[in-house]
């Protein structure tokens, strides 16, 4: 069965650094595009970036270009999110998903697995 885990989050104070970790299975990833999500309190869940499997291409929303570098390890069969220059705004659960690689930021898999909570605070 398809299965994708998160890990890496924790507590970092604004303007630190995080990577967080995917570790996708069950599926062949070759035809997708693996993707990040957050979900603050109160709010939906939103796109973060995403990354082509095959190639690399990277896709990244507005709100972390430049802050967020998504990677992946082929032979791991990982995503990775780094994640600089953290701000409070970023305080979110984030998942991860397959995603469409023609569209890059709709999820594939209906479900969600639990995420890895991400706080960044003083």
């Known amino acids: 069965q398809a299965q994708l885990v998160e890990s890496g989050g924790g507590l970092v104070q604004p303007g630190g650094s995080l990577t967080l970790s995917c570790a996708a299975s069950?599926?062949?990833?070759?035809?997708?595009?693996i993707g990040w999500f957050r979900q603050a309190p109160g709010k939906e869940r939103e796109f973060v970036a995403a990354?082509?499997?095959?190639?690399?291409?990277?896709y990244y929303a507005d709100s972390v270009k430049g802050r967020f570098t998504i990677s992946r390890d082929n032979a791991k069969n990982t995503v990775y999110l780094q994640m600089n220059s953290l701000k409070p705004e970023d305080t979110a659960v984030y998942y991860c998903?397959?995603?469409?690689?023609?569209?890059?930021?709709?999820?594939?898999?209906?479900?969600w697995g639990q995420g890895t909570q991400v706080t960044v605070s003083s």
């Open positions: 069950g599926f062949t990833l070759d035809y997708y595009a």
């Open positions: 990354i082509l499997w095959n190639g690399g291409r990277t």
């Open positions: 998903n397959a995603v469409n690689p023609l569209t890059w930021s709709t999820p594939v898999f209906g479900s």
